[in-house]
């Protein structure tokens, strides 16, 4: 049980973002944030394309371009593989991402975790890896130490009984 919440844990946590909208090349795709995530990043494949190609139209139809992602993330899935290139502060409403980008590039948008998700996600997979078995130890250790009581009191009494002394705890 703790491997398999471990396994499903990383891969929540390194695996490739749930992309809100594709787009390949050039052209314009609309897709809607719900405001979940603080920002909104731009990932791209192959990896390492040109973020400065795709600019944000906000809902109030104000277009702006991606600023630099706060952290490196590369992932292999999905097609591809995917890092980010960009990234502009979250806000719910419906967007259009807007590319100018080269035909064999696809682009994709992606709401980003903060680091305090990240963080609670990879600590969750270590708690299951290492807790499954902490809490066997916990609940076994009681177990091991009253059947050893009991085994010692048991033999002392046949013991006792066999040289004709009667046991008396």
Known sequence: ??????????????????????????????????????????????????????????????????EPPPYKHTVQGGGGEWSLVGAHPGAAGEHALVCDGAPGTVYAVAGLQDGSRFFGDLLTALASFVGTPLAGLLVGAPILVTTGVRRSRHRKRLLGERARHPYRP
């Open 1 to 66: 049980m703790g491997t398999a919440v471990f396994i499903a844990m990383v891969y929540r946590t390194a695996g490739v973002p749930g992309f809100d909208a594709r787009l390949r090349g050039s052209g314009e795709a609309v897709f809607t944030a719900d405001g979940e995530f603080p920002r909104i990043g731009l990932y791209s494949s192959p990896a390492g394309a040109d973020g400065s190609a795709c600019s944000l139209v906000l809902p109030g139809g104000e277009e702006r371009a991606f």
